[in-house]
């Protein structure tokens, strides 16, 4: 027969075998645990019973697994009496309600406490063992194998990772996990971990409070350590996200672990050795700090002012460690103080333990008194006294006598009292309490999120929306006092409820910093990258480096800062200029050409000379006005060209002094009317002269077309043109003062605008025109033959004219400012003194020194002309 043709045969067999299996197994049982059975190390029996995990150790032994043969349970080592201490908190509360009568009344609370030994496995698996028992139970096909919890809340656990691997768990069966040390701010998440709730507040304040004490103090530049686990990777991304906001750079930020090796905590020194910041931020757990103390403590690494989290900066056992006083001035936040009445003398009665009888409790009572009972299998050394049992405190100075940590006792305590509340309000508790009632995890949990009581110290406990209490802190300042003890002082207070601004108060009393140096709170360490920029400077990022590494550079000139650290330079207003430190704007000077300085005082004195001069002149000739060198030529025209070379010299002091509207006005149009005056006589007394020569050729009878009357009406007509031109200037764009700040940046020229060009040019045009056509006139009549030939005068007057304001030109355009007012003062002058001086000088030496010269003969007599 082939095996295909014996197949139903031996599936046939096979079947029936399966049912006979599966109908035995039914009968023996329906439900079954499965792996070993887990005992908790501390249990007492009650009504309703709340779970508890705690870390009575916080390590174990590593195995090498052969994955030959089922791996054996871990190896729990180190014994944390802290937590131990926790558990008699938890009993503490228990008992207090047990033998009250206001609180579940008739009702009695047991508790069933597990050692997690710090291990997320070991955490999950005994937290499971919370949830659905240890017994073995073996029922009937039809009876159901659901039945009720086994706890109704269980409290813990003892960090953050642990509770969030707990929280995942145990999420579905919606148990209330309520932990007085999990802060790490990821477990507010309500949609990751619904069943959550704490008594101690999350670090996500705690990390913004940490960035704020660093920046009260000043600090920008800092070093970062913290523990590789939720807690210290959680917590220091909130505070290097909150540094940032506030301008704290970290210089660096290493992780670490108590179990990680040698070579990796050494590699934390040498960043720390090599490093520029003199203040270091640890965000880590106090068995954590333990491990990277030793290794500062063999480096000597002191000098370093260092800022803790919560998790350390009251361990005890990390303060007895410091016996190098590396962490002396530490400064950090622990959760306030509080005080309940018998919880310390109840903490420290041990013989409240000694009911139980297992490894735990026999390794915990031979650590506590250094002693050894008699059949215990400890590796104690073998001069150890004996246990009996009945040991007490007395004299007995460890960690566990030690109740710095009452805040998280107290957390504890407030814990237990929240399903205490609870629990009353779902059993209908009045006098007494309804037992019938079918208890449900998720109904305590719904109202553990809405308990509102007071404590019997008056602390109010509620939890908010995402399970967490409102967030105090207490600052803490490591002070070592003479004996060698680390004094925990408290310097301020941190609250998440108030205003931004008021949330963090500090004391005025001296603090102890690094070095042990006792200083004033405003002398605190410096740690910057850069020092801070003074006012004047802004700042310049470094290439390649954090935001608080830059360099200070000066602000341009008319540039400022006023402030400290300023990022930009700010410009001052047009009218203002900084200062040689460039912290503030001044007002810029302004600058024209006033009588005060040298060079007003000398050209008012020039033209006020040149005034005088003229008036000299004119007494000269009113004074020999009947001599013949007078009369010659038109003495009319000779006293008006005396009349307007005063005006000339005159409205050359209408451009010194500040510029006003009338000013403007006045200075521009009485320079063109009255040099028009000016040149209007010199251009009539050349057309004279050249008609008087006419007029003795004979037959020629010209003097009558250009007597005295047409002379003085084209004097006249060639003014009111003039007039005219600077009428339409100021009716249409008249000048007007005019502040310049473009052309120096440190002053501003006040000067006259010139409104319309083309009115100024046209009034400048104009006067050469007739400049132009006198010297061509006089050019003519050089050569005419006189003993005294006018002409010459006239031409060599227009010469100096007509070549001084030529050069005037590029001279006024080059000249900076107020220079260029005097450019255009000085080519006033100069033509003026040059029209007195050729045409009347001449003269003045005749009448006064060459009398005899002054005869009709002799101006009469005809000479030979010589060239020039």
């Keep these: 027969m082939t095996s295909t043709q014996r197949w139903p045969e031996w599936g046939w067999a096979l079947l029936q075998l399966l049912l006979v299996v599966s109908f035995s197994q039914a009968k023996e049982m329906v439900c079954q645990r499965r792996g070993d059975q887990e005992n908790p190390q501390l249990s007492e029996d009650g009504d309703i019973i709340l779970g508890a995990i705690f870390s009575f150790h916080f390590s174990w032994k590593v195995r090498q697994d052969t994955y030959m043969h089922k791996p054996l349970p871990p190896e729990c080592i180190s014994l944390s009496f802290r937590q131990f201490q926790c558990a008699q908190a938890m009993i503490f509360a228990i008992e207090q309600i047990n033998n009250s009568t206001d609180l579940l009344p008739g009702i009695s609370l047991g508790y069933k406490m597990y050692d997690s030994c710090s291990s997320i496995a070991r955490s999950v698996r005994v937290a499971l063992a919370l949830a659905n028992g240890n017994e073995v139970v073996s029922e009937l096909t039809e009876a159901p194998c659901t039945r009720p919890a086994q706890v109704q809340a269980i ?90 906001q506030l301008g704290i750079c970290l210089e660096y930020s290493v992780a670490f672990f108590r179990t990680d090796s040698s070579d990796k905590i050494k590699n934390i020194i040498d960043i720390i050795k090599a490093s520029t910041s003199k203040v270091i931020v640890a965000f880590a757990s106090g068995m954590d700090m333990v491990v990277l103390l030793q290794t500062l403590s063999q480096h000597n690494l002191t000098g370093y002012q260092w800022i803790g989290s919560e998790g350390w900066i009251i361990h005890s056992q990390t303060a007895e460690m410091d016996t190098h006083h590396i962490l002396d001035g530490a400064i950090g936040l622990f959760i306030p103080k509080a005080h309940v009445s018998g919880m310390r003398e109840f903490i420290l009665d041990v013989k409240t333990l000694n009911s139980s009888s297992n490894k735990v409790f026999t390794e915990f009572w031979e650590a506590l008194f250094n002693c050894k009972f008699k059949q215990s299998n400890s590796s104690s050394a073998e001069n150890q006294r004996e246990c009996t049992g009945h040991e007490d405190l007395t004299g007995v100075q460890n960690s566990f006598t030690d109740i710095s940590f009452m805040p998280t006792f107290y957390n504890v305590y407030k814990g237990v009292y929240a399903v205490a509340h609870a629990l009353h309000s779902i059993l209908g508790c009045n006098e007494t309490c309804n037992n019938k009632v079918q208890l449900d995890p998720l109904t305590i949990l719904q109202l553990i999120r809405k308990i509102q009581f007071k404590t019997k110290e008056g602390n109010e406990v509620y939890f908010n929306e995402n399970g967490d209490l409102p967030a105090k802190y207490e600052i803490i300042n490591w002070q070592p006092t003479e004996n060698g003890i680390v004094d925990f002082v408290t310097v301020g207070l941190y609250d998440a409820s108030l205003p931004a601004d008021k949330q963090l108060s500090l004391q005025l009393e001296p603090f102890i910093w690094a070095e042990n140096s006792k200083q004033e709170s405003y002398h605190m360490p410096v740690s910057v990258c850069s020092d801070k920029c003074p006012p004047g400077t802004r700042k310049v990022l470094q290439k390649g480096k954090p935001v608080c590494c830059y360099d200070c550079i000066r602000c341009a000139k008319g540039d400022i800062s006023n402030i400290t650290d300023s990022i930009t ?58 001599t013949p060198i007078v009369r010659a030529n038109n003495s009319e025209l000779s006293f008006l060209l005396l009349f307007s070379l005063t005006l000339c010299f005159l409205c050359s002091l209408t451009f010194i002094g500040r510029p006003s509207e009338w000013s403007c006005m006045l200075r521009h149009t009485a320079f063109g009317i009255t040099f028009v005056l000016c040149i209007s006589c010199v251009l009539g007394k050349t057309i004279v002269v050249l008609m008087a020569f006419r007029a003795t050729l004979p037959g020629s009878n010209v003097m009558k077309w250009f007597g005295p009357a047409q002379q003085r009406l084209s004097v006249v007509a060639f003014t ?47 006067i050469g025109l007739l400049a132009i056509l006198c010297f061509i006139l006089a050019f003519l009549a050089r050569k005419l033959p006189d003993n005294f030939n006018e002409a010459k005068l006239i031409t060599f007057s227009m010469l100096i004219f007509c070549a001084v304001w030529i050069t005037f030109i590029p001279a006024y355009v080059s000249s900076p400012g107020k220079f260029s007012v005097a450019v255009e003062i000085f080519a006033i002058l100069a033509s003026s003194f040059g029209l007195l001086i050729c045409t009347f000088i001449p003269k003045c030496y005749i009448v006064l020194l060459k009398p005899e010269k002054n005869t009709k003969k002799n101006m009469m007599d005809k000479g030979t002309s010589k060239p020039f």
């Design 569 to 626: 330079c700010e410009r001052c207003h047009p009218e203002s200029w900084s200062n040689d430190r460039r912290d503030a704007c001044v007002k810029k000077e302004a600058e024209f050409l006033s009588y005060e300085e040298i060079m007003g005082v000398l050209l008012t004195a020039a033209a006020l000379f040149g005034t005088c001069m003229t008036a000299v002149v004119a007494a000269i000739f009113f004074t020999h006005r009947t």
């Design 155 to 244: 409290m813990g656990a003892s960090s953050s990772s642990t509770s969030m691997a707990i929280a995942t768990v145990i999420a579905p069966f919606h148990f209330p996990l309520i932990s007085a040390f999990a802060t790490c701010a990821c477990l507010s998440d309500k949609t990751k971990y619904p069943s959550f709730l704490r008594t101690v507040p999350s670090d996500y304040y705690q990390s913004r409070a940490l960035a704020q004490l660093v920046k009260h103090f000043g600090w920008t530049w800092v070093g970062a350590i913290r523990s590789n686990d939720d807690y210290g990777n959680n917590g220091m991304a909130t505070f290097t996200e909150t540094a940032q």
């Design 720 to 766: 009111l043109i003039q007039v005219v031109i600077c009428i339409l200037w100021l009716t249409i764009s008249p000048p007007f003062p005019f502040k310049n700040f473009t052309q120096f940046k440190d002053k501003i020229i006040l000067e006259c605008a010139l409104g319309s060009a083309v009115g100024f040019w046209a009034v400048l045009g104009y």
